[in-house]
């Protein structure tokens, strides 16, 4: 029923033009005068246990009025566009569609991928609604910089305000860009912000969540911070006042050149299309069940350190059997094994993410801040898929018709945290 309802919607956003207008007009219905301004921070990679390696004075300056959590759980696979999606839909993977950062799609007998910019901006592939369709569809201006899937129209809307990917764009000109759209009148002023900032993910590949380097990395977005802080402290936000939400998409852990497994030298790869590697692999198989079924096999016979499911039979608790999307069949590696071809073997090792949620070192940053909020305070995990059903309760906001998230969970959570 759910993958059916979804079909519905993806068919619905396949029937609206691309630039069919925005749900608010940039104008906020009178009705929202009193709700806050959220603004959700998203840096990708940046991992829960950065703030106790690295010192960052902006972030503790932050949780003296807010609310840290032990960890925020990503959905599987624990890459960058999925997570950003769920993040935004409170859907799990295997209903929101983004599988991976690339994959296949045998219905449309087409492939997505996050560098491909005319994948990224149509709708048609985006299921699930995200919170500023939510918004906008409500009469509340919603604004995007830099979030997965803020370019496309999905349902026919995009963000009032939204900035096309440019990873050359400065950090704190994105900071800059964000508080100017917040001084805007009240009428204009955006609602809901979402930002992103990858520079503790691309330094984290490279050098590893422990290197001097990504503890440089910290401290520049820890700057960033500070001047976006400085813009929130001075906002007259209304009556609802203003939240700033800390969150990113997953961990970081190292991995050894030697610890990928090339499939090549495992199985026949006739008749196998394998879209993306890493931490996971999705296999779409030719010759049906039979043939899958003998690969499966065949793998778990000669891999050590991963495991090979029939779609149907992956574990429950990855959330990742229902969308076709997700292949015939599914590798799971033991962290910090990695699978794939040899064609794309990585060239040296490093650090990276995808493994399952379960792995602490998977988890990443999540703290919630307002101004007069008493802090530090802490509570437990967080699942990611709470937190579009936490914005669009703080928002006053009726929710989107399809969750994985649990409606009021983050809110008890924040509310009920101890010093």
Not at 20 to 28: Q, W
Not at 64 to 80: I, N
Request: overall charge neutral; proline content about 7%; charged content about 20%.
């Amino acid at each position: 029923m759910r993958l059916a309802c979804l079909a519905l919607a993806a068919a619905a956003s396949l029937a609206r033009s691309q630039d069919a207008p925005r749900g608010s007009a940039g104008h906020n219905a009178p009705r929202h005068a009193n709700a806050p301004v959220i603004v959700m921070l998203s840096i990708d990679g940046f991992r829960s246990d950065y703030l106790d390696r690295f010192p960052a004075p902006n972030f503790a300056r932050l949780l003296a009025h807010g609310v840290r959590a032990e960890g925020l759980v990503p959905a599987y696979p624990s890459k960058t566009f999925p997570n950003h999606y769920t993040l935004v839909t409170g859907l799990y993977t295997e209903h929101h569609g983004l599988v991976a950062n690339r994959y296949w799609d045998p219905e449309r007998n087409a492939g997505y991928g996050m560098a491909d910019s005319s994948a990224v901006r149509d709708g048609s592939w985006y299921l699930g609604e995200p919170v500023w369709v939510t918004a906008e569809r409500q009469g509340m201006v919603a604004a995007s910089y830099f979030w997965p899937g803020s370019e496309a129209a999905i349902g026919g809307i995009r963000p009032s305000r939204t900035k096309a990917y440019d990873g050359k764009v400065p950090i704190g000109e994105r900071v800059d860009t964000v508080l100017a759209w917040l001084d805007l009148p009240a009428e204009a002023r955006p609602h809901l912000v979402t930002m992103y900032f990858s520079t503790t993910d691309d330094t984290g590949h490279r050098y590893g969540p422990d290197a001097a380097q990504t503890g440089a990395a910290v401290r520049m977005v820890d700057a960033a911070l500070g001047r976006l802080l400085d813009g929130l402290e001075r906002l007259d936000a209304g009556p609802g006042g203003v939240e700033l939400l800390i969150v990113a998409d997953h961990g970081m852990a190292w991995s050894e050149r030697a610890q990928y497994v090339e499939l090549d030298t495992v199985i026949d790869l006739a008749g196998v299309r394998i879209p993306d590697s890493g931490p996971g692999a999705v296999l779409f198989v030719a010759g049906g069940r039979d043939r899958a079924v003998v690969l499966r096999d065949s793998i778990n016979r000669r891999m050590a350190h991963g495991r090979a499911y029939l779609r149907a039979d992956v574990p429950a608790e990855l959330h990742y059997r229902e969308s076709p999307r997700i292949g015939d069949l599914v590798l799971v590696m033991d962290l910090p094994w990695q699978v794939g071809t040899a064609q794309f073997a990585p060239r040296r090792s490093g650090a990276t993410h995808g493994w399952a949620p379960s792995n602490p070192e998977m988890r990443a940053v999540f703290v919630s801040w307002r101004p007069s909020a008493a802090g530090p305070r802490r509570t437990g995990i967080v699942q990611n898929v709470d937190v579009a059903c936490y914005i669009t309760e703080r928002l006053g906001l009726a929710p989107a018709p399809l969750t994985d998230g649990v409606p009021g969970r983050l809110a008890r959570q924040l509310r009920e945290a101890t010093p």
